[in-house]
């Protein structure tokens, strides 16, 4: 079991290193996919007003013409919004692979300090959207502080983003203490998430409506499993349509 148990951690850092290194390696192409666009698309610009000075009509001159002002431009957009995408997800990928390879630093922490620091962060988000965000006293717990912070922050962030415009946002932190880890939850009062829907969200990449106005990556929540994984704690979500979520995390006690 034991040894399992080692196998696995090899092969998944093995993979941690592959997908970093494939991500790394993709941007330089990329890169060169991006710069060369925009010089197609120079040339192509260059090219229509030599022609436009030449003084030659006809068929042959409008089918130019038709190439160079509309076709040719067309793809190269197509070219160089797919080079964008292509650029995001592979900083998103980079981002998610890095919280698998940098060191953890596994000490006690003061989550209340974490939770009041990240609250200030969002101070302006807060006060200019009219939230009632109540703290709960938060038992301390083993982790990494940034990490902590950061999925502290992830959490904060989207119950901000997913909360009903039309109501008054309330969003409360709170902690209690189990047999052997700490529980904290994350609720809010927002849109809610449908029960089939649960389980996806932590998924890489994926957003609900992924066209919604409050924009986002789909990369918070899977952040987050990445970081617990590597703090030894684990999320739950429950959550209502209409009602808003609720996010438990469970951390090791001191
Ligand atoms: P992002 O917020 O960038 O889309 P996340 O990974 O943080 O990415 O979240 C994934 C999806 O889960 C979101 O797109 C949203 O649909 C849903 N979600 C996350 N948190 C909440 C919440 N507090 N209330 C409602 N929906 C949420």
Redesign the pocket.
Known sequence: MELGLRTLSAKNSELQSIVYIASHDLKSPLVNIQGFSATLDESCRETIDILKGLDVGGEVMQRILSLTEEHIPQSLKFISTSADKINMLLDGLLRVSRVGTVDVNIVRLDINQIVKDVCDSMEFQIKENGIDVTVGSLPDCKGDSEMINQLFS??L???I??LDPDIEGKISITGTVDDSQIIYCVE?N????ANEHQPK??ELF????PK?S?????????IITRILDRNNGAIRVA?EPGK??R?FVSLPKC
Do not use: M, P
């Open positions: 992830n959490l962030g989207n119950s983003k997913y809010d927002g849109i809610g998430i969200i932590f994926h957003r609900l409506n919604d409050v924009g986002g990556e789909g990369l918070g929540l899977t959550s808003g979520s996010f």
